[in-house]
Structures are given as C-alpha cells and as structure tokens.
C-alpha cells in the first residue's frame, strides 16, 4: 500500500502554521505519510486589503523570509524547504526573535546555504514563482483563509489550527480524522473560537 500525501503550505511567519508543522512532524513518525512542503505569503494573500496599520507593517516585512525561501528551492531544490523553514521558524516562534533580516541569514548558515541567497530578501525577482507557489494551495481552498493550507490526499483545507501540538499517536490520531473528513464528499469546516493562542513547548 502507497503512502498518504500531505502538501502542506506555510507562510514561516505564521505562528498557527508553525504549530501545524510540528503535529505534522510528529504525524510522519506514526503514520506512514509523505509531506511535500510548499510556500505560500500572507503578504501576497492580503494585497490591497484593508489592513490595521500594526498588521500592515507586519506584512510588509513578511515578503523576505519567503522570497529567500523560494530562491533556495529554485537553486538546490525543494528539498531545503523543510530545513530552511525549521531553522527560520524555530527563531521566529519558540525564540520570539523579530530581526528577522538577520534569522534568515543565520538559518541558512545553519542548513549549509550559501548566504548569498539573502539577494532575495528585497528582490522582486522571485515574486513570480512565489506568487505561482501561494496560488497553487490558494486554489485548492480560496481566499477567505491563511496560512496554513494542508491537502490530504489531495483535499486540502486551511489548517488544522491546533495548540499544542499533539505528539506521539495523538497527533497520528488527529491525521485520521483529517483525512477522514477530507474523504467525505461535501465536507467543507469544522471551526470554533481560539481562547489561547500558540504554545510552542
């Protein structure tokens, strides 16, 4: 029997997505399950949106770490995408670090990246291809959502949104229901308000 599939988008300054990764993390070591790992941009998802001034700014700074992001994938391959993104995130979320110029320079150091990939910070020369990667998991859920987009098998939805992050077979439990309810034709959401938010211990 073939392994499942989870495509999994991300933006890696997303904290909700960064929960997500990890219970996805633990799924691959109980479930016999193979993750694609794919970029998507909430700075790209909220153009021309009316925004809050604070969350604004925060999408302004948001297109560099995934700009850097795509630039590795096209030069060494998606596989650095998992690597790169766990060496960004960990700084981001469990660190709380916010120069976030300087995290992407030292994650790329840490995975054995040429630091030249930091060209692409600013460059609008990878926004084609970074848009065409957000658009390619947009248009499997569209555009009332964020980050993250999961597909199981191929039906994608926005999350699971989930904290902390399950661990051991309660996280391969929580595949099964994913993909249960992704197996049923018609099946749209399940959703209830956050009264916390991410814990990433």
């Not at 997500?20 to 909430?42: A, F, I, K, N």
């Not at 630039?71 to 690597?83: F, S, W």
Request: net charge negative.
């Amino acid at each position: 029997m073939s392994s499942a599939v989870a495509d999994f988008w991300f933006d890696p300054m997303c904290p909700w997505a960064w929960m997500t990764s990890r219970w996805m993390g633990e799924v691959t070591q109980v479930r016999d399950v193979t993750v694609r790992w794919h970029v998507m941009s909430l700075s790209v998802l909220n153009e021309g949106r009316d925004l809050e001034p604070k969350y604004r700014d925060l999408m302004d700074e948001g297109w560099g770490a995934v700009r850097v992001l795509i630039a590795a994938a096209d030069a060494h391959g998606e596989e650095v995408i998992k690597p790169l993104y766990d060496a960004i995130g960990t700084r981001f979320h469990p660190q709380g670090r916010t120069d976030r110029r300087e995290v992407v320079a030292e994650a790329l150091t840490e995975v054995g990246l040429p630091v030249e990939l930091m060209e692409a910070y600013n460059s609008q020369d990878w926004d084609e291809k970074l848009r065409a990667s957000h658009a390619e998991g947009i248009a499997l859920v569209g555009e009332d959502v964020g980050t993250p987009v999961v597909a199981f098998n191929g039906v994608a939805f926005f999350g699971p949104v989930v904290t902390p992050a399950p661990k051991g077979e309660d996280a391969g439990r929580l595949w099964d229901g994913c993909v249960l309810v992704a197996g049923t034709p018609g099946f749209f959401e399940l959703k209830r308000t956050r009264t916390q938010g991410p814990l990433f211990d």
